[in-house]
């Protein structure tokens, strides 16, 4: 994986606590999980808090989608090397390769001692 996946893979799960923790501080027109603080965003922001909780929202909603949208452009472009599950996938299909050839080469030779010994 390169510098850059490893930079936007943390920063969209940093984001993405960020915008969990904040969404459950709102409080919510029906009271909410918010409201089971004792309404710690408007104690914390004022009586005006939801205002800026909204904004926050949405600010951190767009970035989250923005780095989403690096990080598939990254990967489709090559940017990201390829996972491990197609290097296994490479990796087994030469051994099964190789190990049919010499199972075939095995048989034939016991095939061949079997037909020496009836003789």
Known sequence: MTFWAVVLYA?????????????LVQQSKGGGFGGAFGGLGESIFGAQGGSHLTKLTVILGSIFFVLVLAIAIL???????RSADTKVDELLSKQSVETVQQNVQSGAVKAAEKAADKK
């Open 75 to 81: 990967i489709s472009r090559g940017g990201a090397t």
């Open 11 to 23: 920063a969209v799960i940093l984001v993405a606590l960020l915008l969990i923790a904040l969404i």
